[in-house]
């Protein structure tokens, strides 16, 4: 009985492989990337663009490029970035499509990218929590989702952390920063983050998630907010850091 429903599964799988063939023959699958049809067993991208993905040796290093742009600002334990993100790279797409055009599934692929470097580097250890950046909820309503929250969920299944996403919030909806300077985009934030329950924070190491950092003012705003709180250490783990 055992080895005929064993038997039957087998074959539903090579069926529902063979349909998807069939499928892919028709709308094949793409990398989001280069733009390539993808093999059945790829996700997002191709293996060339996975190989080549340009990851920086951030998770290690606490003076890296990305934890300098905040020396002085506030004190954040470590800081570490999936990849480098320069002008005209085929990687910026992924970003633009997981904000942009939603596609909530690339920013848990980036995230278990991301975690499954955090996991084996010694810096993230013993983390209690991550936290995603939150977006307005009427920016929210109108993505979908909060593509911070994609990631963390993808980092968090690779990690086994928890993820809180309903703790820190975002109060004033901010309109958009592209033209305006340092000081004015960090006066514009610095007031619209609030821990709800700062008791469920206390004295834990959370990690701060986000999509791309480019002034690092939203970061900064967050992280003033968590560390009011007593005992509370923060680590900062995004996808991507603008023009490094
Ligand atoms: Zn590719």
């Given at each position: ?101 939603n ?41 979908g ?41 960090w ?23 986000d999509?791309?950092?480019?002034t ?29």
């Open positions: 009985m055992c080895r005929a429903l064993g038997y039957i599964k087998q074959m539903k799988n090579k069926l529902f492989t063979y349909w998807q063939d069939f499928w892919y023959l028709f709308y094949p699958k793409i990398c989001d990337a280069c733009g390539k049809s993808l093999m059945h067993q790829e996700a997002i991208l191709c293996t060339e663009c996975l190989v080549k993905l340009p990851r920086t040796s951030f998770h290690d290093d606490t003076d890296n490029e990305l934890a300098q742009v905040f020396w002085g600002r506030v004190n954040i334990e470590q800081a570490t970035a999936l990849m480098h993100f320069v002008k005209g790279s085929l990687y910026r797409k992924l970003i633009h499509k997981l904000k942009y055009q596609r909530p599934d690339i920013g848990e692929f980036l995230g278990r990218e991301l975690g499954g470097e955090l996991k084996q580097a010694k810096l993230f250890q013993n983390l209690d929590c991550i936290i995603p950046v939150p977006l307005h909820p009427d920016k929210q309503k109108i993505r989702y909060n593509q911070a929250e994609m990631i963390a969920k993808g980092m968090s299944s690779v990690m086994d952390v928890p993820v809180s996403s309903n703790n820190l919030v975002r109060k004033v909806f901010t309109k958009t920063q592209t033209k305006k300077g340092r000081y004015d985009r006066e514009n934030v610095s007031r619209v983050f609030e821990v709800h329950k700062p008791d469920e924070f206390a004295n834990k190491y959370v990690l701060l998630v999509d791309v950092i480019t690092g003012a939203t970061i900064e705003a967050c992280v003033q907010n968590l560390l009011s709180i007593e005992g509370t250490t923060v680590s900062l783990g995004c996808i991507g850091m603008a023009g490094s």
